[in-house]
């Protein structure tokens, strides 16, 4: 990441956005404006609020066994004016119990308000994902 | 040219699928990636050789024919070498005259006015669900 997005609000929104998926104690309340938007592009979900994304989190922290635990090979461009950017990276985990990890490619567009997000636009492997969920659909049964 | 000058150039001759033209804007060392490229299509192409004849091949074989442009939105980052264009590309397929609708966000990367990099983030599961192209 470069000096200039680390320092600007969208860098600092980002900074926070990392620390909310690595962290599972983590609470978005303190990473999105209240009237943030996060969607996800490729399968069509669109969270509206803090609350609906931080019900989103409660949920998927309580369901999924998969633990976060880096964001792997981040690149960062920054927009001019710094309320925007972009990230591209592998985030890495863990399934809980079990040694098997999990690489997914992702891709964010960002855009913040004072250095929370403002909105998301998160784009990540559908295809991956379906599988993913199968198998530890498959561990779980 | 920066990016967002070489995408403008580059938009028409895709949605034409002018290939003679592409190939053209197209770096001697580019890269063409498609990060979720399913199995049996390559994620990384270098060089322009390789990239054109992946490109001749996948443009001889679909039944794709692009419409429109929807939903863009061009990002232009604190490099002007580097632009991120979200949008949803509108395509007929002509095989079943099926109307497809498919998002799309690229990293698109040049240098000298030719395009270095072209990063193609796209949904695998509709192609499979859209037909081929």
């Known amino acids: ?141 | 040219m920066t990016a967002a000058e070489v995408f403008a150039k580059t938009r028409p001759l895709i949605m034409a699928m002018d290939m003679p033209a592409i190939f053209d804007l197209l770096a001697d060392d580019c890269v063409v990636e498609n990060p979720y490229a399913p199995t049996g299509m390559p994620a990384r192409l270098e060089g322009k050789p390789r990239v054109v004849e992946h490109l001749n091949a996948q443009f001889e074989r679909t039944t794709m024919r692009f419409e429109a442009v929807d939903s863009e939105v061009i990002h232009e980052t604190t490099d002007p070498n580097t632009i991120v264009v979200e949008f949803d590309m509108l395509a007929e397929d002509t095989r079943t005259g099926a109307k497809i609708r498919r998002t799309m966000v690229q990293i698109f990367r040049v240098r000298e006015d030719k395009i270095v990099l072209w990063r193609d983030y796209w949904n695998p599961l509709a192609l499979s669900s859209q037909g081929s192209g």
């Open chain 1, 1 to 141: 990441m470069t000096e200039s997005a680390v320092e600007s609000s969208a860098g600092v929104a980002f900074g926070r956005f990392q620390d909310l998926i690595l962290r599972r104690d983590a609470d978005p309340r303190g990473v999105y404006v209240a009237d943030a938007v996060h969607e996800f592009p490729f399968d069509g979900r669109v969270l509206r609020g803090v609350e609906e994304i931080a019900a989103q989190f409660t949920q998927g922290r309580e369901k999924s066994p998969l633990h976060w635990s880096k964001f792997d090979n981040l690149v960062v461009y920054p927009m001019a004016g710094g309320e925007e950017l972009v990230a591209e990276y592998d985030l890495l985990g863990t399934i809980a119990g079990t040694d098997r990890e999990v690489s997914v490619r992702a891709l964010v567009v960002l855009r913040a308000a004072d250095g929370l997000v403002a909105s998301v636009r998160e784009y990540f492997n559908p295809a991956q994902a379906k599988a993913l969920m199968e198998e530890l659909m498959g561990e779980r049964s």
